[in-house]
């Protein structure tokens, strides 16, 4: 069985950093996309970060702030979120494709096959 979990949300206060980990289990995602989505209250999921193969893509509202890395031997990728702004507020969810993903399909949730439960990230202005 497969399972993501995250860790490392928490309270930052706005021009602060946090740091996401997400570490995997019951099977290794090589290649494939393993990134970051996040949906605050009455939203909808959005699109963060993802990594796969040689391939890293940002959201327009992340880029030059967040950092995502991926260590496979451990199977495990991070987000590294600096310069935070109240708006960064909300949920954030480790996703993993077991397919290959292409082109505009890394932006979707349902391209994504596993999911973990979340963690929670509030900025405070």
């Known amino acids: 069985q497969v399972h993501l979990v995250e860790s490392g949300g928490g309270l930052a206060q706005a021009g602060g950093s946090l740091r996401l980990s997400c570490a995997a289990s019951?099977?290794?995602?090589?290649?494939?996309?393993m990134g970051w989505f996040r949906q605050a209250p009455g939203k909808e999921r959005e699109f963060v970060a993802t990594?796969?193969?040689?391939?890293?893509y940002y959201a327009d509202s992340v880029k030059g702030r967040f950092t995502i890395s991926r260590d496979n031997p451990k199977n495990a990728v991070s987000l590294q979120m600096n310069s935070l702004k109240s708006e960064d507020t909300a949920v954030y969810y480790c996703?993993?494709?077991?397919?290959?993903?292409?082109?505009?399909?890394?932006?979707?949730?349902?391209?994504?096959?596993?999911w973990g439960q979340g963690t929670q990230v509030t900025v405070s202005s």
């Open positions: 996703a993993a494709a077991s397919r290959g993903v292409s082109g505009s399909g890394y932006f979707y949730p349902h391209k994504y096959d596993y």
């Open positions: 019951g099977r290794t995602f090589g290649n494939y996309a």
């Open positions: 990594m796969s193969g040689g391939y890293i």
